[in-house]
């Protein structure tokens, strides 16, 4: 959105560029005025969302225009009638406006207690009336920038003309009416521009409220679906409960029964002759010479070695792979987080102060 004016001793121009939102019928305008032979030349672009249109008429232009068919000699008579229409779609688009956020505000109230209702699409829709209000109040202060520009431009051709006409030739009279005839009509133009500026300043209290309501239902969503995530956390916790008694239970009954498996599966082994026991006793009893033969095979302490041994290297590999992977994610956290880190040069974390052996046993760092 841009407004300029150009002006020199013989020319005046201004150049005006209307806002996407609301969508005018035209996108620009181009208008220079040559104070010599007091012809006014104009350049108008079509919107793009109206020149794909077929048999397109501009019939709202043109009644403005016949409105203010008195005022056709002022060279700014097109600028402001091109600004009434604006202001006219601007008064249209922050009703319309209104009304979305009203939709929005009744959507957003009624969402509770409902599975029915989209919660993405009532957020795209306030969203959406966000947006659209935000795009409004920038039109708004477009068109007040351009009242303003207009206005300084008309006083300073008003200003150049009243200083000008009195050293006018005489025998160019038709020059002399026409300056006369724009002099005289800038006054009621001027105030004409005025109530457009005031009616403007109106129009910026509605997108202004507009926003704020929209930015009070998207907070209000926004606590809804923590809400529902807090709900959801919670069923999980609660499941994740029941989940860990039950491994509780199970646990508790494993370790009422392992002792006696244990003592089974040690027993059943062949390092044990149950055979001897009877075997001794009914040979005692045939010829009354007890046998040697023990009931504890002499190689029993080999399975004791191997089982110790092997249990050692089993928590000490299940240790080294703890600490190691600890160590590890300490290091790759902050670093996929985007964060300092954890080893530098200058400093490193207290927690990683510690050598590997020093994790691996931690009561050698609480001794020291």
Not at 172 to 199: A, E, F, G
Not at 224 to 232: G, P, S, T
Request: hydrophobic share 40%.
């Amino acid at each position: 959105m841009t407004s300029s004016k150009f002006w020199d001793e013989t020319t005046i121009s201004v150049i005006l560029s209307f806002p996407q939102t609301p969508a005018a019928r035209l996108s620009f305008i181009s208008l220079t005025y040559d104070l010599g032979s007091s012809s006014t030349t104009a350049l108008l672009g079509m919107g793009t969302q109206q020149s794909h249109g077929k048999n397109y008429r501009l019939t709202e232009y043109n009644d403005r225009l016949d409105a203010a068919n008195k005022f056709w000699a002022h060279p700014l008579v097109l600028v402001i009638v091109m600004l009434d229409a604006q202001l006219t779609e601007l008064d249209r688009g922050v009703a319309n406006n209104n009304l979305e956020v009203t939709a929005v505000e009744s959507s957003v109230a009624s969402v509770s207690g409902r599975d029915d209702i989209s919660m993405p699409q009532l957020m795209n829709n306030a969203h959406t009336a966000l947006k659209g209000s935000i795009k409004l109040l920038d039109a708004i202060h477009w068109l007040s920038r351009s009242l303003s520009v207009l206005t300084e431009v008309g006083d300073e051709l008003n200003t150049h003309l009243s200083r000008s006409q009195p050293f006018s030739s005489s025998s160019n009279k038709n020059v002399n009416k026409h300056t006369s005839l724009v002099i005289r009509d800038w006054v009621q133009m001027k105030q004409y521009l005025q109530d457009m500026s005031r009616l403007c300043d109106s129009l910026e209290a509605d997108p202004v409220m507009s926003e704020k309501r929209c930015q009070a239902q998207i907070d209000i969503l926004y606590s809804k679906m923590a809400q529902e995530d807090n709900m959801l956390n919670f069923s999980i916790a609660v499941a994740s409960t029941r989940d860990s008694s039950a491994m509780k239970a199970l646990a508790v009954i494993t370790a009422l029964f392992l002792p006696a498996s244990y003592i089974a599966t040690l027993f059943s082994m062949s390092m044990f002759n149950w055979q001897a026991s009877s075997s001794s006793s009914s040979s005692s009893s045939g010829d009354g010479v007890p046998q040697n033969e023990s009931m504890v095979m002499p190689m029993i302490w080999l399975y004791w070695v191997i089982a110790v041994v092997l249990t050692f290297i089993v928590i000490f590999a299940w240790r080294w792979w703890w600490v190691s992977q600890d160590r590890s994610f300490s290091k790759r956290l902050p670093q996929e987080l985007n964060e300092t880190p954890l080893f530098d040069n200058k400093h490193v974390r207290e927690d990683l102060q510690t050598g590997f052996w020093q994790d691996f046993f931690p009561s050698i760092g609480r001794r020291r």
